[in-house]
């Protein structure tokens, strides 16, 4: 289809992620028409998505309908299609289904997982960034302590109770920190042929620390809580195979195989697709991770009126790159809005700059660490208090208002109650077709060479 014509200055979006829906929801009030292009018909809280896919809170509760959100914009249009090519000197983008021309356009289409050129492990070790990946990692996480209940032979339930993250980013700590409550806390007395006590979760991080961008304090602050939650850290460790619920772990000098039933990625993300495609057409420079390198004001070298914002886009501050996180795209989004707004009024347009509040991360109930930034001053949270600001800031940031009431109803709910209502097997799959590789000795998985 084709967009019909306007006389307005017309703003194209791809991406209904935070950068592309916060820069919509600025130019509600532009004299511009918006057409916003994303290949889902939701927009999805993605710091969240841990909890979904250990079974806290459901898909819908960190989710809300585009147009819903923007339906109170009389200038935008919303379009469910996926964006396939274009054609920046003509100025329209190509779909799966027709056009839409542009005057300015703002491309936000995220990231992906990076497993580092070893794309085979995809299947073997799920990341988390879409629904699907939560409910994916939901299924294998609950079918197999199911599996593990009716498993007679010893060793095979040591293996299907053995989680292996690999990546201690703020991710991989979250995940690990929730599995271990599900396992020592929530299920413990669930179950009546197996003792979840006994479950083994270990993270794995190529860094010497969990947490690599936090500071030194939250890092260590982090790895005690985790390691009080029974959480096993093995840091300077390097996944170099995975096959068959084994994965092949060098560490120094010294190399070891760890059986698991589960094994999760939270080890790196890489650039949507669109940054090559970009690239082709505009010859735009990408970085390792197919990241688009923008100028001072987010646009294209050679396209002034090509945007990128998110994750998708290398935004240098100081001596290193911005961060692929929410807040980053979120003032991004607002910056490009505004920016879209002076040059129609003629108004001179100031370079991005990002204001760094801080980074949080929960590690189980009551535990979590803060780097808040204040006056050009770090102060570093733990404990309940920074676990209460993490929350209030997740609820906070969540789009739609009953979204904000579930979600805190179900937290203050679980925090007295250490219960998990969205803990549902739905998708394709069945613990019976579950299967390990049994270790030739009856050593602990871990302990395998």
């Known amino acids: 289809m084709a967009i019909k014509g306007t006389t307005k200055h017309r703003v194209a979006i791809i991406g209904g992620g935070f950068g592309g829906l916060n820069a919509a929801r600025v130019l509600g009030d532009a004299p511009v028409e918006i057409t916003l292009i994303d290949k889902r018909n939701f927009h999805l809280f993605q710091p969240l998505l841990y909890q979904v896919a250990t079974g806290n809170v459901s898909p819908a509760d960190i989710s809300a309908p585009l147009r819903s959100v923007l339906s109170k914009n009389p200038n935008t249009t919303v379009l469910l299609d996926e964006a396939v090519g274009l054609d920046p000197d003509n100025q329209h983008i190509e779909l799966r289904e027709g056009t839409v021309s542009y005057d ?6 995220g990231s992906s997982h990076h497993y580092f050129g070893n794309d085979q492990w995809s299947e073997m070790a799920p ?4 629904v699907e990946d939560a409910l994916n990692i939901r299924r294998q996480v609950f079918e197999a302590f199911e599996a593990a209940e009716k498993e007679v032979d010893e060793q095979k339930r040591r293996q299907l109770l053995t989680f292996v993250i690999v990546g201690a980013g703020p991710t991989g700590v979250e995940l690990a920190g929730a599995i271990a409550e599900l396992a020592y806390v929530t299920m413990k007395s669930d179950f009546r042929n197996i003792d979840t006590s006994e479950t083994q979760i270990v993270l794995l991080e190529g860094a010497d620390r969990v947490l ?9 602050e982090a790895a005690d809580a985790l390691q009080r939650l029974g959480v096993t850290i093995r840091t300077q460790s390097l996944v170099t195979n995975i096959e068959d619920k084994v994965l092949t772990v060098k560490s120094g000098d010294e190399v070891e195989k760890i059986h698991a039933g589960t094994i999760l990625w939270a080890a790196g993300v890489k650039a949507s697709g669109l940054g090559k495609v970009l690239a082709e057409k505009t010859g735009a420079e990408l970085d390792r991770a197919g990241r688009v390198m923008v100028q001072d004001d987010l ?3 050679n396209y002034s009126n090509i945007h990128i914002v998110g994750d998708l886009a290398h935004v240098m501050q100081g001596d290193r790159p911005l961060p692929g996180v929410a807040p980053v795209a979120m003032q991004e989004g ?4 505004g920016l879209i707004k002076d040059r129609l009024a003629g108004k001179d347009v100031k370079p991005f700059a990002y204001v760094d509040r801080g980074s949080m991360a929960i590690v189980g109930q009551n535990e979590a660490v803060a780097d808040m930034k204040l006056m050009n001053q770090t102060l570093n949270l733990k ?18 208002f009953d979204s904000k009431a579930i979600v805190t109803i179900q937290w203050v709910w ?3 109650t250490r219960k998990r209502g969205a ?5 394709a799959g069945s613990q019976s077709q579950m299967t390990v590789q049994v270790p030739e000795t009856r050593e602990s998985a871990l302990q395998e060479a």
């Open 104 to 109: 300015t356009l703002i491309i936000a289409t």
């Open 127 to 130: 990341g988390l960034k879409t």
């Open 212 to 220: 690599p961008p936090f500071s030194g304090q939250s890092s260590r």
């Open 299 to 301: 646009s294209l070298v």
């Open 334 to 337: 607002e910056y490009v809005a």
């Open 383 to 400: 404990g309940p208090f920074a676990w209460l600001v993490w929350l209030l800031a997740h609820i906070y940031y969540l789009i739609e």
């Open 414 to 416: 679980n925090f007295f």
């Open 423 to 427: 803990r549902l097997i739905t998708e």
